[in-house]
């Protein structure tokens, strides 16, 4: 560890000449560079996080923070951590101790100037300068895993509505995970007799290249993969909804030379179930906001098998919905975003957009334009296409069910239809983080004076940050507030446990019915 003290005293030295000066351009902190002072001092990562924080943070200005103070405050401290490091004694025995606690108050201090901040996105994450260890403050965890709401988890098992009260008809209710899980294991299953075609054929070979010996061990693997993976679908069919991640993660990394890419590119769709009632009331649940891949074109193979499962399947459903509405015996509607942790603004069109037509306006939206924190542009209008076949909306009634693991997209999703006619919000306040982002690690003068800085696990300090600040009509910003809903219901766990029964669908269904 000697070598780690005699860095962090020589830029400690540095640290101490240093003082704080207002930028007259931008820096680049994806420039390793620009970050080499930081990643062996304290008080050198203090000073590119305030930086950094300084010029590309969007939300300064629902902000109560005084950030000059908190440099006056701050840096002084960083610095002293860095003196201690140089005084450590790398012989002595408890010398990973001494690196714990200074490492630990490093953290406890970001944690202190971070946690206030209002942003819902927000996430810094530091590489230690001594035990080159990453950890990362996030705002918003912090506050919300204090509501006792945070843990509450709605299951996705309609069972109880399939089979005890009779609402809902199994044949008109699709669950694309197990159906992704299924389209996957026949498509093995259909691998798994050519796979078996080769082995026989090497063994029926007298000579083989050394190519080959490597490439029948890898059918073989597979073969053995495959059939594991069948036997424990056959004996719990729960398991078809992880078969694309099993597949993922087990099989692939060991076969790239059979060509069995990674499903989607690891990056999997979200989970859909969609229904109808037996008295007209149509339902969406997503996982996430991940679905613009998979319902595209130019998928092949097993994806494409997959993409077509998830396309019929929300075709069906909508088509169907937009039928009732025309004979007016549509009930109304539930889009249920419940632990969903946001994702694509495109997926909108199939969710919240799939009821309504047009645009659907949302509020205004502002980027900064200069390294001020409160260089902003005008303000513009903020608008998501909807689904580009509605000529009009859906007039029955929309209820959102949402809680507090309700992310981003989710959260846009649940203020859309509040502010629609008819719609509102069924479960409990929102998570809080309410604005839009660019791309994750992102840095680009030319996209302006604001979104994410540093490479994740690679640079010293790296910043996830929102790229515009968001105003919703009627309420402004909602960046660690959420959304509340018209009606406050928390999640059953035990009754869910007890007895299969979801009770905020069951308000929801209640509303629809009833109107109250």
Same mark, same amino acid.
């Given at each position: ?275 109808? +009632?037996?008295? #007209?009331?149509? !339902?969406?649940?997503? =996982?996430?906001?991940? &679905?613009?891949? /998979?319902?595209? @074109? ?17 075709? +069906?459903?909508? #088509?169907?919905? !937009?039928?009732?509405? =025309?004979?007016?015996? &549509?009930?109304? /509607?539930?889009? @249920? ?37 409160? @260089? ?141």
């Amino acid at each position: 560890m000697r070598h780690l003290y005699t860095a962090i005293l020589a830029l400690a030295v540095m640290a101490f000449t240093g003082c704080r000066q207002d930028r007259d351009e931008l820096i680049s902190y994806n420039s390793k560079p620009n970050m080499f002072g930081a990643e062996n001092s304290y008080g050198e990562q203090f000073k590119v996080m305030w930086h950094a924080m300084n010029t590309n943070y969007a939300a300064w200005e629902i902000e109560d923070i005084d950030w000059d103070d908190i440099y006056v405050t701050y840096y002084p401290r960083f610095v002293e951590l860095d003196t201690l490091a140089s005084r450590g004694n790398p012989d002595s025995p408890d010398v990973e101790e001494q690196i714990n606690e200074i490492k630990n108050k490093a953290e406890a201090m970001y944690e202190e100037i971070l946690s206030p901040l209002h942003d819902g996105h927000t996430k810094l994450a530091f590489i230690d300068p001594l035990t080159k260890e990453q950890y990362s403050i996030s705002p918003a965890m912090i506050r919300n895993q204090a509501r006792p709401d945070f843990q509450d988890c709605p299951e996705w098992d309609l069972s109880y509505y399939t089979t005890v009260t009779d609402d809902i008809d199994a044949g008109n209710c699709a669950h694309l995970y197990p159906l992704m899980g299924k389209a996957i294991m026949n498509w093995l299953a259909e691998e798994a007799v050519e796979l078996q075609q080769a082995i026989d054929e090497y063994d029926e070979e007298e000579t083989h290249t050394g190519t080959e010996t490597i490439e029948q061990y890898q059918r073989l693997s597979m073969l053995s993969a495959i059939a594991k993976l069948q036997e424990n679908c056959a004996t719990d069919p729960a398991r078809y909804q992880d078969v694309a991640s099993i597949y993922n993660k087990t099989i692939v990394p060991n076969h790239p030379a059979l060509g069995y890419p990674t499903l989607f590119g690891g990056d999997l769709p979200a989970d859909l179930l969609l229904f109808i +009632t037996k008295d #007209n009331i149509a !339902y969406l649940r997503l =996982s996430g906001f991940d &679905l613009a891949a /998979v319902m595209g @074109d130019g998928l092949e193979g097993v994806e494409e098998t997959i993409g077509e499962l998830y396309k019929q399947s929300w075709h +069906t459903w909508h #088509n169907l919905i !937009y039928r009732m509405h =025309s004979s007016g015996t &549509l009930k109304g /509607v539930i889009i @249920d975003v419940r632990n969903n942790g946001g994702g694509n603004v495109s997926d909108f069109q199939y969710v919240a957009g799939a009821v309504m037509a047009g645009e659907c306006v949302l509020g205004t939206m502002k980027s900064k334009n200069g390294i001020g924190r409160l @260089d902003y542009a005008p303000a513009v209008s903020f608008s998501i296409p909807c689904y580009k076949g509605n000529s009009e909306s859906i007039t029955a009634p929309v209820v959102a069910l949402a809680n507090a693991q309700s992310v981003s997209m989710a959260e846009i999703t649940t203020i859309a239809i509040k502010q629609k006619e008819g719609g509102i919000s069924i479960g409990t306040t929102t998570w809080g983080g309410c604005t839009t982002l660019i791309g994750d690690g992102i840095y680009n003068e030319a996209a302006g004076y604001a979104g994410t800085f540093g490479v994740r696990g690679e640079t010293a300090v790296y910043g996830y940050f929102p790229y515009h600040l968001c105003s919703y009509t009627g309420m402004g910003p909602a960046e660690g507030k959420g959304f509340t809903p018209d009606i406050e219901i928390r999640y059953d766990t035990d009754l869910y446990n007890q007895t299969g029964r979801d009770n905020q669908l069951e308000r929801a269904f209640q509303y629809l019915r009833t109107g109250k």
